[in-house]
């Protein structure tokens, strides 16, 4: 087949979304298919002058080249929301020969709207005040339900956004279906679970309010008092030293290591010099800094919710918290912390599930469905 991935985010292999088109890439071409990927880049010479609707701009944008040469693809996937343009105009204008239409999306729209109304309360909601939620109501969901409702077929990377997309878009048994991110073989290294001192606690992502860093500050500064040699990692979070230190209390700083960017050949070796990873995102597809700690065979801390609750069975492969819940967050930390047998057996049960969620065997799935919009899609 003949493929074409658009996403409205940069070309950056560091980043969540754009990592898992790139794998998906890899993957359908060893497995004989032709695929080409449009990031931000590739549809933007320069920034659009109203960057407010800039994915609107970016869907209107790739519609319009793919119905300008229908011919040369098979079917096209493009990520929620930008492919509301394209899935509209088929829908309206019956363009003749136009290719089909697969929708993916990484996660629920409403749990995110739930859980930030919520942080919004406590006083930790970044950009969630009436305006935001206004705009996000009428302008982002509207092309998220309207990326769902026209694609002949969807896929979702969390089982909440895929039952959401089924429910609330009234959409029939079969057509929206589950595919979860995965993980790269490279991950999967021995790790050491050696009774070290001190320990150290490694987060990987942005540095979001959505990531629940509140309470992962919270958390290490309760834990600090409590275990005087522990450190943490913050890694890849985009943001200088000093902007993330400033949610830590005075007295703790000096044990909290922020490395802004890490290149994704170093991960491994992260992973690999850290003892607990901690992820207490409130909002989430289905993370892939998640997975690969797991490959890697660290034993995991997150929070019961989004795609974290999909790959996560508590007491097995992780210990799974409530989300915004920093009591909780330190309990589970503290029970690894003082048991090496309970990280050796939860970081080995990790890497076990992780072998499930390769690269290789979750994109057969995406394949599957590729081929059946090919195959069965409208091209009226």
């Known amino acids: 087949m003949r493929i074409l991935i658009a996403i409205g985010v940069p070309r950056q292999q560091e980043a969540g979304a754009a990592g898992v088109v790139f794998n998906h890439k890899r993957e359908l071409e060893r497995r004989g298919h032709t695929v080409e990927c449009w990031f931000l880049e590739d549809i933007f010479e320069r920034p659009p ?45 019956h363009p003749a020969g136009a290719p089909p239409y697969v929708m993916t999306m990484q996660g629920c729209d409403e749990r995110y709207v739930h859980a930030m109304r919520r942080e919004h309360r406590k006083g930790r909601a970044w950009h969630f005040g009436w305006k935001n939620r206004l705009w996000h109501r009428a302008y982002e ?27 609330a878009c009234d959409c029939g048994p079969g057509r929206i279906r589950f595919v979860p991110n995965g993980t790269e073989e490279r991950f999967f290294v021995k790790h050491e679970y050696a009774d ?20 992962l500050a919270d958390a290490f500064e309760r834990l600090a008092r409590r275990m005087p040699g522990i450190e943490l990692t913050v890694a890849g979070c985009l943001n200088s030293e000093e902007q993330v230190k400033r949610f830590f209390g005075a007295g703790v700083r000096e044990r909290v290591r922020v490395v802004p960017f890490v290149k994704r050949e170093d991960m491994p070796a992260v992973y690999a010099e850290h003892d607990i990873f901690v992820f207490p995102s409130l909002f989430e597809g289905m993370p892939l800094t998640l997975l690969e700690a797991m490959a890697a065979g660290m034993p995991v801390v997150t929070t019961e919710t989004s795609g974290m609750a999909d790959v996560v069975e508590d007491e097995f492969n992780g210990l799974l918290a409530p989300p915004g819940n920093a009591d909780s967050l330190v309990q589970a930390i503290e029970r690894l912390c003082r048991s090496e047998e309970l990280r050796k057996r939860i970081g080995q049960e990790a890497q076990q599930t992780m072998r499930r969620y390769t690269w290789e065997c979750v994109t057969r799935k995406l394949e599957a469905v590729l081929t059946s919009a090919a195959q069965n899609g409208e091209r009226k």
């Open 49 to 93: 002058r109203f960057r407010r609707f800039e994915a609107l701009i970016f869907g209107a944008r790739v519609a319009r080249r793919i119905l300008r040469d229908k011919d040369r693809f098979d079917v096209v996937n493009i990520h929620a929301p930008w492919g509301c343009v394209y899935g509209v105009w088929r829908m309206v204008f």
């Open 141 to 167: 969901r509207t092309m998220y339900e309207y990326s769902i409702r026209t694609a002949d077929y969807g896929v979702v990377a969390n089982r909440e956004g895929w039952i959401f997309a089924e429910l």
């Open 196 to 215: 070290t001192v001190p320990l150290r606690l490694l987060y990987v992502g942005t540095w979001l309010d959505r990531k629940g860093v509140y309470y």
